[in-house]
């Protein structure tokens, strides 16, 4: 990837997110829930399985975070953002089609994570250098 300080404040961009709702979901997933709208019952294996996801969630905002600041990571830092943030937004699309709107809190975390995920494909592409990091 090119150094740039541009690139740079876009791996930090795409991480704060990552790291804020990661870590949110991963310490109160209940509170986490109730501010998108929904409503998530406190059985253990349900909160496990939320507290894991945020746990992939905000490590890949570490490894995001890593990125900026280690210009060896940049690539795999990009790449992971770009694969986190699409596979979410993604996800809840295809959630639209089969299950039905699923309410305007989480129509809007979709539509930021689509936007993020294009962030780091731009951010890919532009900064690129076109050489294989193998």
Same mark, same amino acid.
């Given at each position: 990837? /090119?150094?740039?300080?541009? %690139?740079? $404040? ?5 991480? @704060? ?5 990661? #870590?949110?979901? =991963? ?8 501010? &998108?709208? @929904? ?7 349900? =909160?496990?399985?939320?507290? #894991? &996801?945020?746990?992939?969630?905000? %490590?890949? #905002? =570490?490894?995001?975070?890593?990125? *900026? ?6 690539? &795999?830092?990009? $790449? =992971?953002? *770009? $694969?986190? %943030?699409? *596979? ?15 309410? /305007? ?6 539509? &930021? ?9 731009? *951010?890919? %592409? /532009?900064? #690129?250098?076109? /050489?294989?990091?193998?």
């Amino acid at each position: 990837m /090119k150094e740039s300080r541009t %690139f740079k $404040v876009i791996l930090i961009v795409l991480a @704060l997110p990552l790291l804020f709702f990661g #870590g949110w979901r =991963l310490v109160d997933p209940i509170g986490f829930y109730t501010f &998108t709208g @929904l409503e998530l019952p406190s059985t253990a294996g349900l =909160l496990s399985e939320v507290r #894991g &996801t945020g746990g992939i969630i905000m %490590f890949s #905002g =570490l490894v995001v975070a890593l990125g *900026a600041s280690r210009h060896s990571w940049s690539r &795999t830092a990009v $790449v =992971l953002a *770009a $694969v986190v %943030f699409l *596979a979410l937004g993604l996800a809840r699309l295809l959630g639209i089609a089969l299950d039905g709107s699923p309410g /305007k809190e989480v129509i809007q975390a979709m539509a &930021t994570e689509l936007a993020l995920g294009s962030l780091a494909l731009f *951010a890919f %592409f /532009k900064y #690129g250098d076109g /050489k294989s990091s193998a």
